[in-house]
């Protein structure tokens, strides 16, 4: 994947997969750091089911023998001086978290995240979503219940006002 929303976008499908009603997204950018952290309270995993779905060749899909999300993810933290952990429990849920350097040459650039969220919106309602971002001391965030029922392109509008916000107080 050439952007960090794309593959974003792939592990929030697992968490649909996975029967979540709730997700949970934090982000954090801080100095050279690059933290996610992803929440759902989906069917969750077991230790051993944790160890193996970094491994690309392992998924509970049926519609393909390969499971591409956490795969890469893994090899991106890897690869930009980060790591993945993640903690669950078969009924409870799991929790993801990954980081990153973000000054690694090799780190993938954001791409469309406001175009992301609005994905999700769009095609998965029945899941509250919650996304936060922390950049650098200043903060966007977005709840997809305060946006249920906003036509699709004013939804659009407001995620990207927001993300633009956040970038633009980065570079004034």
């Known amino acids: 994947m050439k952007e960090l929303s794309l ?10 997969e996975a029967g979540a009603a709730r997700v949970d997204i934090r982000v954090r950018e ?4 690059l933290t996610w952290r992803i929440a759902d309270d989906g069917r969750g995993m077991t230790r051993q089911e ?20 956490l795969g890469l993810l893994d090899m991106w ?12 429990r078969p009924g409870l849920g799991t929790m993801l978290c990954a980081s990153f350097g973000r000054s690694h040459p090799d ?26 971002h922390y950049r650098d001391g200043r903060q966007w965030q977005w709840d997809s219940s305060t946006t249920t029922g906003l036509d699709m392109l004013t939804l659009k509008e407001v995620l990207e006002t927001g993300w633009n916000a956040l970038k633009e107080e980065e570079q004034a």
């Open 7 to 16: 593959l974003l976008l792939e592990l929030l499908r697992n968490s649909l």
């Open 30 to 33: 801080i100095g050279d750091s």
């Open 50 to 69: 944790c160890k193996e779905a970094l491994n690309p060749f392992f998924t509970k899909r049926t519609t393909r023998a390969v499971g591409l999300g």
């Open 77 to 88: 933290t890897r690869h930009c001086g980060g790591k993945v952990r993640m903690i669950s």
């Open 107 to 132: 780190l993938p650039p954001w791409g469309d995240l406001p175009g992301t969220l609005w994905t999700l919106a769009v095609t998965m309602p029945q899941i509250h979503f919650q996304y936060l």
